[in-house]
């Protein structure tokens, strides 16, 4: 009853309108794609797709004056009496004359120089005529896959196949929206979803938006990896050289089509035409494109990024009605390309928002959103369907009530659960998709490693998760088991984690076993760099003690921007000793130093003293300004990098074997990452706190820093490390101060370096600060070179590192190694 009363309502809304439908050719019949198609003096708009198609639907059965509207083309403006549901327009169109004026060029003064200055001195006052609207807005994505391989590294690459055709190509994601947006500059957003789809998918939601196609070209820069100069920023002449290459009339104003070239192919700055109209300097068309290596992207080769916009004789304002945005990428010999378009309907300017218009909540979706019926679409759809992308729906469709079945789940298992020769070595997964469930085995090699303290070790584990892809939630029980072969002592822990819901992040963890730990909870020394260091250098850094322990925690988001958890645990502490003097590269230097982080040389005083403690922990953590997507599946929380997130922490050791060992601790903490326009990025963390009540604690319970004696880095980013700080030299029982700063210049200054720029890295410039009672402060400052590599893969980082404090001074080299985070 409820479908039907839905059609009914349906059916009634439509028999206010009329649809305008038909092809787009150019004079020999070839279909023109994105051609821009509204009704004069409205915003009633829409474009056609890429076989030339077009819909448009309006409220208005009268008589009506259509524009065509192509880049390359003659403007066309066709008068149309509406007066059945659906009617068919077809056009076709005439190409461009683009005149050159005939006016002496002045070798010294370029013409387009002279349009793009009056563009840069007018778009304060014509951004400002669309600083502030709202509008019904449409996108569609698409992902297409080309000729993919059927193996990767060795590895079979079979992730697709049921959606690839017999060229192993085909459509890998196909959406749309429609939704309505409220819009104010510069950047408050409130956007409903009104309708979603996702091709194969009847439960899906799909994650195109206004806000990712803001693509506004009278702002200084448009947002990317890395924020692109935009061809009339205040500081384009730095980035751009521009060529007036003729001028044509559109209904009486005189257009101007300028080529756009980057200074320097190295940096982020566009190439292609801007289209700009004469006296009023405001943007009719753009037409550009930029290489992915331009923006730190390597594995995109090239994104295209068009817009059209209409003009309204009633307001005198341009404004943009349709975008299309596409990209060619590849990596591994798979390739790739896909396109969005959107289009903008029914704009209405300064309109009256109240206070709650705009919030923290900047994307919601309506009731049933993701249930519109193919009538709904075939009704309000703007740019048709290509005859591709219809038959995507209806395979995928058809394929999706199989896909649901108990048989067709068992077959694809059973396929994937078949067990390997090597699968003892390199683990193994059983699935059983219809019941949402997997066991995992995690194999030997992902555990392999080397320490002085248990020689050769291994670990491997078991889990079994449940998943419910609906919700976004879980729950996972783990088993993991370690044994080393000098020790000769096998230690297993188990771990069970439950997500409630994907809404306020509600989460619980309890886990508890027998352990190897090193002594700083951070880990700072990976397994892999480590069993390196040790085997190959004798450099055994790593500090291990044994952890017999059980904890539990749950965490969860009490207000939006506002996350508290809490845990307790309480340990048995014991000390461990050496039982390995393997090394493969022979030498007559000194034996391994002891596992003991403070008296590495002492053959007798253990790291500390067998004993027992419970700990409990309360920590919140504070993101200011924070903005999130209400979706059925979930909230997505959108970090707001004008504000800094700041954590709060307290912690109490208690209930220990003897007295000495409980004690209090305070801690804040503050992180901060921000974008410096087309600068680069700052980020920084600064950490303090201080212990209460600690004079005797247990080493374990120090404040460790991490540090680095290994030459070797592993993070993406230094904000978390000093790189030439011994590994527990500087730990504390008292107060203390750290901070960490990094700026990335994104290559802002090394791409204007001749030679240099064709490395296509960026620039890091790093302090790092640690103070700490009764020692002189501690300092480090570095530059090095990110994004380092060869072609798409750029893994790589070098850093120079000087330290100093007091009168020490020392200096070092750190290589970053990204893929070996990978290993660990």
């Known amino acids: 009853m409820k479908k039907i009363l839905t059609l009914f309502l349906l059916l009634s809304a439509l028999q206010n309108f009329a649809q305008i439908k038909g092809t787009v050719t150019d ?21 056609t797709n890429e076989q030339g198609q077009y819909e448009m639907t309006t409220k208005s059965r009268d008589k009506h004056f259509i524009i065509f509207k192509y ?32 006016v002496v060029i002045d070798k010294k003064a370029n013409p387009a120089d002279g349009i793009i200055r009056h563009a840069i001195d007018s778009k304060k006052d014509n951004s400002e005529k669309t600083a502030k609207y709202s509008a019904d807005f449409y996108s569609r994505g698409i992902f297409r896959i080309k000729d993919a391989p059927k193996k990767i590294l060795g590895q079979k690459f079979d992730f697709f196949d049921e959606v690839l055709d017999s060229t192993r190509s085909g459509i890998l994601y196909l959406s749309e929206t429609v939704s309505k947006i409220n819009f104010q500059k510069p950047d408050k957003l409130k956007e409903t979803i009104i309708a979603s789809k996702v091709s194969g998918n009847d439960n899906g939601f799909s994650f195109n938006n206004a806000a990712s196609a803001n693509f506004d070209f009278y702002d200084n820069y448009i947002p990317f990896q890395v924020n692109v100069v935009s061809p009339i920023a205040d500081n384009a002449f730095n980035y751009y050289r521009y060529k007036l290459e003729g001028t044509f009339f559109d209904n009486g104003q005189q257009i101007n089509k300028i080529k756009v070239n980057p200074r320097r192919t190295s940096e ?31 594995a995109l080769n090239e994104l295209m990024l068009k817009q059209s916009y209409l003009y309204n004789d009633r307001n005198k304002i341009w404004v943009k009605n349709t975008q299309t945005l596409d990209f060619v990428a590849g990596i591994f010999g798979i ?9 903008y309907n029914n704009y209405v300017f300064e309109p009256n928002f109240d206070k709650k218009t705009f919030g923290a909540e900047v994307l919601s979706f309506e009731k049933e959103a993701n249930k519109k019926d193919k009538l709904y679409w075939d009704s309000f759809r703007p740019v048709p369907l290509t005859n591709e992308e219809t038959n995507d729906y209806f395979k995928k469709d058809m394929l999706q009530i199989s896909k649901k079945s108990q048989k067709y789940l068992d077959s694809i298992d059973a396929k994937s659960n078949k067990f390997g020769v090597l699968d003892p070595i390199t683990g193994y997964t059983y699935k059983n998709s219809y019941r949402k469930w997997e066991l995992g085995y995690d194999g030997l090699l992902r555990g392999l490693g080397f320490n002085t303290v248990q020689g050769f070790n291994f670990t491997t584990g078991l889990s079994f998760t449940r998943r419910d892809e609906d919700t976004r939630t879980w729950s996972i029980l783990k088993t993991t088991f370690n044994y080393g072969l000098a020790e000769k002592k096998l230690r297993g822990t188990a771990s069970y984690v439950n997500r409630f819901n994907n809404q306020n992040y509600s989460e619980f963890r309890i886990s508890g076993g027998s352990s190897v730990a090193q002594f700083n909870p951070e880990d700072p020394i990976s397994r892999v760099v480590n069993s390196i260091a040790t085997l190959f250098f004798k450099d055994n850094y790593m500090k291990l003690y044994e952890r017999n322990f059980v904890k539990a925690s749950f965490g969860r988001e009490v207000v939006n921007g506002l996350v508290m958890s809490a845990m307790i645990d309480y340990s048995e502490r014991k000390p461990l000793w050496n039982n390995s003097d393997r090394i493969i ?49 979930g909230k997505f929380n959108l970090r707001n990098d004008k504000y800094p997130v700041v954590y709060l922490g307290y912690e109490k050791g208690f209930a220990g074997n003897e007295s000495q060992y409980n004690f209090d601790h305070l801690n804040a903490r503050m992180t901060y990452d921000v974008t410096l326009g087309n600068k680069g990025n700052l980020a920084m963390n600064v950490k303090a706190g201080k212990f209460f009540n600690a004079d005797g604690i247990s080493f374990v319970d120090y404040k460790h820093f991490n540090g680095n004696q290994t030459h070797i880095g592993q993070a993406d980013r230094y904000l978390n490390v000093f790189n030439l700080l011994p590994y527990y030299s500087s730990s504390t029982n008292d107060s203390y101060f750290e901070a960490h700063a990094e700026h990335d210049d994104q290559g802002y200054i090394m791409n204007k370096i001749p030679l240099l720029s ?46 100093y404090q ?12 990204k893929l070996l985070n990978v290993l660990d």
């Open 27 to 47: 004079q020999n019949g070839q279909p023109l794609p994105f051609v821009s198609v509204y009704i004069e003096n409205s915003y009633s708009s829409t474009t």
């Open 71 to 102: 880049l390359g083309y003659k403007t066309q403006r066709v008068r149309f009496v509406i007066e059945n549901f659906t009617q068919e327009l077809n056009i076709k169109m005439e190409e461009e004359i683009i005149t050159i004026s005939e």
């Open 268 to 298: 982020p700055a566009v190439e292609g035409y801007i289209y700009i109209v004469d006296d009023s300097w405001a943007i009719y068309a753009t037409d550009l494109s930029i290489k992915g290596e331009q923006m730190q992207m390597p």
């Open 335 to 343: 390739k790739l390309s896909g396109r969005f378009t959107y289009v």
């Open 585 to 633: 590269i022979q030498d007559h230097s000194d034996a391994y130093t002891l596992n003991n982080p403070l008296l590495p040389y002492d053959f007798v005083t253990p790291a500390i003293v067998k004993h027992n403690l419970v700990k409990g922990t309360i920590t919140a953590k504070m993101t200011f300004g924070q903005q999130y997507w209400t979706r059925p599946d």
């Open 758 to 803: 064709k490395l296509r890295s960026t620039l890091v410039l790093g302090y790092h600060n640690l103070s700490v009672p009764d020692r002189k402060p501690y300092h480090e400052a570095s530059v090095g070179l990110d994004n380092l590599g060869f072609g798409k893969f750029r893994f790589f980082r070098v850093d120079y590192v000087h330290s």
């Open 806 to 817: 007091g009168r020490t001074h020392s200096d070092g080299v750190v290589f970053g190694i």
